[in-house]
């Protein structure tokens, strides 16, 4: 496979979330899009109205993200959120796969940018969990298993990751107290995150205390449910111009550089161990024994990582890369994505969280870390702690990543503890099902 490349330059300029919580209760699913677009036009010190001229005089196009028909109750319904923030007739679609609808949503829209097909293009997500029972809830995302052979038989996504987890402790050594380090960390960045839904200190005996799920996952190993709408605006440089020329203000340019995107099998009893899909600095002695990619590692995130690193020219993450959100629906599953995306050798990753590498630098998560800060991983506080509302998330995690590029996270935190000190170079990464699709998307300053 060689090194893709995308048509023409792209930039990411603005974005914009609503609160994630367990219910927003005060509005309706296109409302609650409506105010994270809302946010996003803001930023660009525009009105509503002047964006939305800008966006048909100027071959302007959105797309919809959301996951599921079932919490809705409502086919169809992008159009009816496209509908209320304004943007038809303009060209829009809508965009799912599972937990990567989000991060599907955003690399659609910059591919669209980057063909000619349009200048500018918002990328709207949303899903409102809510409207149905935790147990319910989960039922409908068991159904993104297979449903002829899985799901009858009580398949769960929990359960998928207990298993996972499982073997990756069995294989590496991989400890429980090293799983609740991720925790700790992500809760403890959200707590100066206003956005995110579960804002709390917590200790590694509060995660292994709290209630046993799926062992060896506690309920505080797991992310909620949320309800939740997040906006992002890329562009062309015709459309930058555009912008500006309407009297817009950008706060700070994010050139779209990478992206790559990976598949496997929905289950995963039906892929095939093979070799290892090597990344350039690694070699196949590395992993001479490894039975690859077993149920301990993401065969499609490790595809996504190559394809975006080569496009990016990336050869050394740990020193190009400024910072990294990731797709952690489960503590176990931001272990294994440290190894898919290279930060670590295969089976290193709990070693990885344990030396502090991951954590932030200024913040006291109780207890010592030997280097800590050297690439922080979810400073939003992931899903794990700012909540998965499936269609937002991988949107929410690109707004995010731009605040940081931009260093505007004071400005739309209140604080800015969360603030990686000149931040030039993030990656957002996006994952579904059991790994069955995954995105990586890298973005850096102008």
């Known amino acids: 496979m060689g090194n893709r490349a995308l048509g023409r330059p792209v930039y990411f300029i603005s974005g914009g979330v609503s609160q994630f919580t367990k219910a927003r209760q005060d509005l309706t699913f296109g409302a609650m899009v409506k105010e994270s677009t809302d946010q996003m036009v803001e930023d660009l010190n525009l009105p509503c109205g002047k964006f939305i001229e800008i966006l048909r005089k100027k071959n302007g196009g959105t797309k919809a993200s959301y996951f599921s028909d079932h919490y809705t109750r409502q086919l169809m319904a992008g159009i009816m959120a496209q509908d209320i923030q304004g943007f038809c007739p303009l ?54 298993s297979d449903t002829d052979f899985d799901y009858p038989v009580g398949g769960f996504y929990s359960g998928y990751y207990a298993m996972m987890v499982t073997r990756h402790m069995y294989e590496f050594g991989t ?44 309920r505080r190993d797991i992310c909620v449910m949320s ?136 913040i006291d998560y109780g207890f010592p870390l030997t280097r800590p800060g050297k690439l922080p991983v979810n400073p939003s506080g992931g899903l794990i702690a700012c909540g998965h509302p499936v269609g937002a998330t991988g949107l929410m995690q690109a707004v995010f990543s731009l605040w940081q590029i931009q260093g505007t996270i004071k400005k739309h935190f209140g604080t800015d503890d969360l603030q990686i000190p000149e931040a030039k170079t993030g990656l957002w990464h996006s994952h579904a099902g059991t790994g069955t699709y995954v995105t990586v998307t890298i973005g850096e300053k102008v």
């Open 175 to 218: 400890t429980v107290e090293q799983m609740a380090m991720v925790s700790v960390k992500n809760h403890r960045n959200a707590f100066f995150n206003p956005y995110a839904q579960k804002r709390e200190k917590l200790t590694i005996d509060d995660v292994r205390k709290s209630e046993m799920v799926a062992w060896p996952l506690t």
């Open 227 to 362: 309800d939740g709408a997040a906006s992002c605006l890329v562009v062309s440089e015709e459309g930058i111009e555009e912008i500006l020329k309407a009297g817009g203000n950008i706060g700070g340019t994010v050139k779209i550089i990478g992206i790559g995107r990976g598949t496997d099998m929905m289950r995963m009893a039906d892929r095939p161990h093979g070799e290892v899909v090597l990344l350039p600095w690694e070699k196949e002695d590395h992993y001479r024994d490894l039975k690859y990619p077993g149920v301990h590692s993401f065969r499609a995130g490790r595809v996504a990582a190559r394809e975006a690193y080569g496009m990016a020219g990336i050869t050394d993450p740990l020193e190009e890369i400024d910072f990294i959100e990731l797709h952690d629906a489960y503590t176990s599953s931001e272990i294994q994505t440290y190894e898919d995306l290279g930060l670590c050798k295969y089976g290193d990753g709990g070693r990885f969280v344990e030396s502090g590498a991951s954590f932030l630098k200024n």
């Open 91 to 144: 060209s829009s679609n809508r965009v799912e796969g599972g937990g990567a609808t989000g991060g599907i949503c955003f690399q659609e829209a910059v591919k669209d940018v980057a063909s000619g097909y349009l200048d500018l293009c918002v990328a709207f997500g949303f899903e409102t969990m809510s409207h149905v029972r935790t147990w319910k809830g989960n039922e409908f995302i068991a159904l993104a």
